[in-house]
Structure formats: C-alpha cells, structure tokens
C-alpha cells in the first residue's frame, strides 16, 4: 500500500502538473525570452548569451532548480537568426534536460522588426530512484520503483514549439506555443499497465513598454502571461526603474506561484550585464521555506551593428 501510494504521488508530480512546475517563467524572463519565443532570437543585431541559475524554495530539501544557457546571433545581415537553448531542470527526483535550436525571420516594418520563429529539439526526463532508496520510501521488492535495476530511468523525446514576436526601440509584443507535439512520458508499469502522460502545450503572451522621463530615467511596465490546460492561468505583472541604460530595479508579481519577486541589474561593462532576483511567497508554500533565488549573467558580443540602444526592451 505505501508504495503504491508513493508511486501515485510520483505519477502526479511527473504527469502534467509536474511538467507545468517545471516549466515556470524565471523571476528575470525579460532577459531570457528566448527561452519563450524563438522568435526573439537575433533581438540584439550581435551574439547574445545569457548564463542563469535559479533555485526555488530554498531550505525546502528537493526544491525545484533551473540552470539555463542560451545565445542567439543574426546571421551576418540577412533577415534570418538562429539560437541555442539548453535548460535542465531538477526537482527531486526528476530532471529535465531540454536542447533546442531556434530560427527566426525578421521582416522590418516602419520602426519595428516582425519577427516569426520556429524552435525543435529534445527533451530528455529522467526519474532517479536512487533518491527513494537512500530515505527508504520504496518497497525493494516492488518492480515498480528501478525496474531495470539501474537506479535510474530516461526517456527522450522529439519536441518543437512556434512564436512571433513585435518590438520597436520602446515596446514589443509577442506569443508563443512551446511542447506542441505533446510529448509522452512512460512513467512505471504497474500490473500490466503502462501509467505515462504527456507533457502539455505552453502558450505565452508577453508585452513591455519603455517609457523615457528624460536622457537618465525611464520606467517599463511588463506583463508575461502562461496558459497551461492543466494548471489556472499565471500572470506575471511587473514595474522596472531604469537609471541611464546601465541599472535597473524593480519588481514582479507572479499570480501562479503567489510571491513577489525582487529585480536589480547592472551593466558592469560594455559587455556583461548580472541580474539577481529574491522571491518571497504568499499563501501555504511560505511556511516551509525561505524564498527563492536567481542569478543571471549576460554577454553581449559587439560588431559594427552594435548600438547600446538594441538592449533598451531588456
């Protein structure tokens, strides 16, 4: 009974409610919506890369953490960009590593740049029931739990996603559909029976506006929208304060994980610019834990297409 109990727990976290957590918006998603919508890819004119680290929950043993590299470049002056996106997620015993390439192209409209994207790669998830081994939840007897015998199990799967996305030198728009070919995941094999799910469609909207006080000072109200059928819709609402282009504080609100979440940046050259972000949560998930954090770290590599004011929407 108790390891069928556990079993049934890690089916639901494993199923599409496991799935929509792992895929929660970082705390700085304006500085990574690459990870979104392909079609931000070549958003700079020059090489972007961003290097991030995000750990949920802390002092909650297990809590979900995301690490997440990823650079896009146009290619030279066509209208064509590519990227490169590579995330792995854990959250106790399960991990996700995603690798995708992405391609947008970019069709120049009055100020703005229209940009349509695709994005295909693979997805690996992996269960390690080592874990459940090492605190004594599973019953050894039970093929259910490592039926291989290996401590762990890995599936890969084909995975693509679409986007468009408008931006001008103050405001951009954009949406995006990522997992649409639904991949399945084959979870434990119980009496005959295989258990799986599918990881379900994401779907984004995302808009920002900079607003220009004087040559020094602006502000960017920002909204970030994620629709999964499995889970209530999130919305992510924030206000960000800017002192020239080089620093900026502010802060978001997260409707889905119920917290506010703390932002500062700085350019501390020309070429690298770090963010840090602090959540504190509201509601049930704040008694067990002590917030979450998330270290970001970009590098700009300029050509002669470079201009300080392409990074304005970030």
């Not at 991030?52 to 802390?58: A, D, E, I, Y």
């Not at 084909?158 to 949406?175: I, Q, S």
């Amino acid at each position: 009974m108790k390891t069928r109990f556990i079993i049934l727990i890690i089916i639901a976290a494993f199923g599409t409610k496991g799935f929509a957590q792992l895929g929660t918006p970082l705390s700085q998603f304006s500085g990574n919506q690459v990870l979104y919508n392909p079609a931000y890819a070549g958003a700079y004119e020059m090489l972007a890369m961003n290097l991030s680290l995000r750990q949920q929950w802390t002092q909650f043993p297990g809590g979900p953490r995301i690490i997440n590299f990823n650079a896009h470049s146009p290619i030279g002056r066509s209208r064509q960009a590519v990227g490169l996106v590579y995330t792995r997620q854990e959250w106790g015993p399960l991990v996700g590593n995603f690798v995708y390439g992405n391609y947008a192209h970019r069709i120049y409209i009055g100020q703005g740049v229209l940009k349509f994207g695709l994005q295909a790669g693979i997805l690996n998830r992996g269960t390690n029931w080592n874990l459940f081994h090492e605190y004594g939840v599973d019953d050894p007897t039970d093929y259910a739990f490592d039926p291989d015998g290996t401590g762990r199990s890995v599936a890969t799967n084909f995975d693509a996603g679409v986007g468009v996305f408008y931006m001008t030198a103050n405001y951009y728009v954009g949406a995006s559909a990522k997992h649409i070919t639904r991949p399945r995941f084959d979870h434990v094999r119980i009496n005959d029976t295989n258990w799986y799910s599918h990881m379900p469609t994401d779907w984004y909207f995302m808009a920002g506006y900079r607003h220009h006080f004087n040559d020094v000072w602006s502000i960017r109200p920002e909204v970030f929208v994620r629709y999964v059928p499995t889970v209530p819709v999130s919305v992510n609402a924030g206000l960000h304060m800017y002192f020239t282009n080089n620093y900026s504080f502010g802060a978001n609100f997260m409707t889905g994980q119920k917290s506010v979440s703390f932002v500062v940046k700085a350019m501390v050259t020309d070429n690298f610019r770090v963010g840090f972000s602090y959540d504190v949560y509201f509601g049930p998930v704040q008694s067990f834990q002590r917030g979450s954090y998330e270290i970001m770290v970009n590098y700009y590599l300029r050509d002669i297409l470079w201009d300080r004011r392409t990074r304005r929407n970030e």
